[in-house]
């Protein structure tokens, strides 16, 4: 497998500027991720602040009603109430292992956003959202948490005002200065960034994994999770990648219809390309 890749996808097509932050991410991921004391303080922080381990919940009416059996990971159970935690507790205790002394991140509903700014005031770092101007009238309450939590919420106001337009402010901000940590949410971007947030986010499948042979005595037939910016699915899927019996399967959302501006599934229905 190339470096930086997930078969046909990934690579760091990026501008010059950026080259420079995104190598000496590399380097301190190869650096710190593996040491005994990052791990100690990440497992410490996932177990005593976020609330890991998550349960895996048996649904009885689901699974009368479907026909199976049907298991939950609880990641709603997490402090900030989702999977972010895990990825922003990681990533913002390697920016204070760098030495960087504040956090800036995307957000498009906002909840990546509410876990960053979570984080950044555990660790006392300084905290800016970037968040497009259309999913902050959408997501006003998440935008009020953010700020409650001592984070600066900047509107991305070009192109379509959401998601992607909020990943191009962050970058614009984050190459500008050195003392600042870009803390990317969704398994998308540069190398390493796909790879930091699967190796952040797999303890949900690693979790899973072991659940699912204690308490139902085998391995799931599927694991099931959702698809949007990726993490969510990239952190699940990674516990059961070497079971071939465990099919894995990514639902995205369907919105309106399959016509183009309507949903969100872009695996299903895009075409490959270079962003």
Known sequence: MKKGYFGDFGGRFVPELLMPPLMELEEAMKDILPSEAFQKELDDLL????????????????????????????????????HKINNTLGQALLARHMGKTS??????????????????????????ICMGEVDMERQHLNVVRMQMLGARVVAAKSGQRTLKEAVDEALDCFVNDPDMFYVLGSAVGPHPYPVMVRHFQSVIGREARAQSIEQIGRLPDYAVACVGGGSN?????????????????????????????????????GKPGIL
């Open 47 to 82: 177990r005593n602040y976020a609330g890991r381990e998550t349960p895996l919940t048996f649904c009885p009416g689901l699974s009368e009603k479907l026909g199976f059996e049907v298991w939950l990971k609880r990641e709603d159970l997490l402090h900030t109430g989702a």
């Open 103 to 128: 956090l800036i991140a995307e957000t498009g509903a906002g909840q990546h956003g509410v876990a960053t700014a979570a984080t950044a005031a555990l660790m006392g770092l300084e905290c800016t």
């Open 233 to 269: 699915s990239i952190g699940m899927f990674a516990g059961f990648l070497d079971d071939a019996e465990v099919k894995l399967v990514g639902v995205e959302p369907g919105g309106r219809g399959m016509g183009y501006g309507q949903h969100a599934a872009s695996l299903c229905k």
